[in-house]
């Protein structure tokens, strides 16, 4: 059945298990954040576009309320639950509504071999950047999202990955995206250290 949820369009794609911090200020999502810390209720985050809406965006539940200030401004941390298929969009409110359908995957374990490879190459792009990720608490069903979610990709691609309902799927399309940007990446790190030494651009 589908039922209706406030909704907040934003220039993100959100994965189920991302955290997700947001500066809250305009009194419309003002009013939409207090009643959803009142009911404890998630709300939907789907991607703005020129043309509307994504179709698929991902309900986001409020995990901790950072700071509030005088002027009723929020920082909130929302972490990603669940992908929805957008069916409609109520404007009766301030803030937009929206009638959705929760959407799973199809049944389907990526190969162990796809698996190892797509996390070997997360690690070298953020070697790259001189990060790390610990993936001991990524729920290998979607561990694509686990994957995509910590790394400012194109949103077209984040989007793509939303949208598909096959783990094994997202992650071979995961597998072939690193490969293609990761050359790419190591080229410029080295030019920066030719440059400068110091990795900063000038």
């Not at 969009?89 to 929206?98: I, K, T």
């Not at 690193?178 to 050359?183: D, S, V, W």
Request: some cysteine; overall charge negative; aromatic content about 6%.
């Amino acid at each position: 059945m589908p039922s209706l949820i406030p909704l907040f369009p934003l220039d993100v794609v959100l994965f189920p298990g991302t955290p997700l911090p947001l500066h809250i200020f305009e009194p419309r999502y003002k009013e939409m954040i207090g009643e959803c810390l009142t009911q404890q209720r998630p709300f939907g985050v789907v991607r703005g576009l020129e043309q509307g809406l994504a179709e698929v965006g991902c309900t986001a539940e409020i995990i901790t309320v950072v700071k509030e200030y005088p002027d009723g401004r929020l920082d909130i941390v929302t972490e990603g639950r669940k992908r929805f298929e957008l069916l409609g969009v109520n404007q009766e409110r301030s803030f937009l509504q929206a009638e959705i359908l929760m959407i799973d995957d199809e049944p389907g374990a990526p190969s162990q071999q796809d698996t190892a490879r797509a996390i070997q190459l997360h690690s070298e792009l953020l070697a790259i950047a001189g990060a790390a990720q610990d993936l001991s608490a990524a729920d290998p069903s979607v561990l694509s999202f686990y994957l995509a979610g910590s790394l400012p990709l194109d949103l077209d691609f984040k989007q793509k990955l939303l949208s598909l309902r096959s783990e094994p799927e997202r992650l071979s399309l995961l597998i072939a995206y690193f490969e293609t940007i990761i050359p790419n990446l190591q080229r410029a790190a080295r030019a920066r250290q030719t440059s400068g030494g110091n990795g900063q651009v000038h």
